[in-house]
């Protein structure tokens, strides 16, 4: 993977509008909600804009009236302490409704999603008592202890000819997985849901970037695929050619230093011999026009250099 820090949440929003893209139109879509003026943000609100609408989507299927939904990206890590929080996150969603009980207690979820299965995290449900089901590939229902349904959609586990997007938000795609990301974005029509695609390609390219260059490499590309990729990889080469300059620079800077020190230090040595065998020569009772003749001529200085000698 890319050490470049790559942005995943806003993928991940265009990707979960790709998910739905089906029933879009009946959802409110809310990016990093926030609860109250303090810093307590929800990564994704789905909101339905009308009670009675059913989705057929498998990570659709458990949603309500208003659905907490939390991301982590491949290095970040969901453990119980991060389930509570989204727990606390949905008591206080409810409480700060317009009314008393404006929103309900049932008409609340609470969804995670990550690329991989957060083993700690179902151990410690089976541990505590906490039921586990499995109605989807990917999909598992938590339920005990909880205040609201939850689920935890684990991406890698996805059926990748139903949820193409949310699987390529990932740092281990094979070539394949990104040929299909390019068929799946020819298919799309609208203008939004293009724009949708491409946050998504972007960060599946940047996250999968040796791909991305042995496809460069490949006469074979073709020019869709080269204009998709080409906003994406050429920041990359510049940023490489860019480090390249600057670290030519700093090391011509550091030799040309290195080489002006030896040269001082030589000029130094030269100076003090000069100087050395003046004083000699004036201490044997040697004029100065005589001595200046003598260090020209032994140490090939000019009429003005040897006048600093005497």
């Known amino acids: 993977m890319n050490d470049t820090k790559i942005q995943w949440h806003p ?11 089906d029933c879009r139109d009946s959802l409110r879509f809310d990016r990093e909600y926030n609860l109250n003026m303090k810093p307590l943000v929800i990564d994704l609100l789905i909101t339905k804009n009308q009670t009675d609408i059913s989705i057929n989507n498998e990570i659709g299927c458990i949603f309500r009236g208003h659905n907490i939904v939390e991301y982590k990206d491949p290095v970040d890590s969901l453990n119980i302490d991060v389930f ?8 206080l969603y409810k409480s700060y409704g317009k009314t008393v009980d404006a929103i309900a207690e049932n008409d609340i979820t609470m969804t995670f999603v990550r690329e991989t299965k957060p083993s700690g995290l179902f151990a410690y449900f089976q541990e505590h008592g906490y039921q586990v089901s499995n109605p989807f590939k990917g ?8 205040l609201f349904p939850a689920q935890i959609v684990v991406t890698k586990e996805l059926k990748p000819e139903l949820h193409v997007w949310l ?4 740092g281990k795609l094979e070539k394949q997985d990104l040929q299909n990301l390019l068929e799946h974005m020819r298919q ?5 849901d ?10 599946a390219f940047r996250a999968n970037i040796q791909i991305l260059k ?3 490499g490949d006469v074979s590309m073709s020019k869709e695929l080269l204009e998709i990729v080409k906003p994406i990889i050429e920041p990359q080469i510049l940023l490489r050619e860019q480090t390249a300059l600057e670290k030519g620079i700093q090391e011509g800077i550091e030799k040309g230093i290195e ?15 000069v100087k050395g065998a003046v004083d000699i020569l004036k201490d044997f009772g040697r004029k100065d026009a005589e001595i200046k003749t003598i260090i020209m001529q032994k140490y090939s200085l000019t009429d003005k250099d040897a006048n600093e000698y005497l």
């Open 84 to 91: 509570f929080k989204i727990q606390g996150y949905a008591c």
């Open 188 to 192: 799309l029509t609208g203008k939004m």
């Open 11 to 21: 993928a991940f929003i265009a990707a979960m509008n790709l998910e739905m893209a």
């Open 139 to 146: 999909v598992y229902y938590i339920t005990g202890n909880i």
């Open 259 to 273: 080489k002006g020190i030896e040269k001082g230090i030589e000029k130094g040595i030269e100076k003090g011999i």
């Open 167 to 170: 699987r390529a938000l990932s």
């Open 214 to 216: 042995e496809w460069m």
């Open 194 to 203: 293009r724009e949708y695609a491409e946050a998504v390609l972007e960060v």
